[in-house]
């Protein structure tokens, strides 16, 4: 078991800044990837941005070139660097950690229970 918890969320104004943390605890298991997803009132949740255990990162289109993820593998720590806010950026941001007990091994995912980012017009 991984428990995932998330902070950083806050009320900004447009074209403001936010840094988002994911910090997953320490288990047995290996963590293949971390992701973040987001949920705006009344509408599905959606993929963010995500970054794997080599580093590598992707992110959806909407955020390309204003929203950066990095990890610091020593802590399980994962953050979410958001420049540029926009209003449509509001949500409850939430951190998704995927994992398993190695190569070949079935995948585990956690989620944490969510931070709030608002952005004000």
């Known amino acids: 078991q991984v428990q995932v918890v998330e902070s950083g969320g806050d009320l900004v104004q447009a074209g403001g800044s936010l840094r988002l943390s994911c910090a997953a605890s320490e288990s047995d298991l290996s963590i293949n990837a971390i992701g973040w997803y987001r949920q705006a009132p009344g509408k599905q949740r959606e993929w963010v941005a995500r970054i794997s255990s080599d580093g590598g990162t992707d992110y959806a289109d909407s955020v390309k070139g204003r929203f950066s993820i990095s990890r610091d593998n020593a802590k399980n720590t994962v953050h979410l660097l958001m420049n540029n806010l926009k209003p449509e950026d509001t949500g409850m941001y939430y951190c998704?950690?995927?994992?398993?007990?190695?190569?070949?091994?079935?995948?585990?995912?956690?989620w944490g229970q969510g931070t709030q980012v608002t952005v004000s017009s």
């Open positions: 998704h950690v995927v994992t398993s007990y190695g190569v070949g091994w079935p995948e585990y995912d956690f």
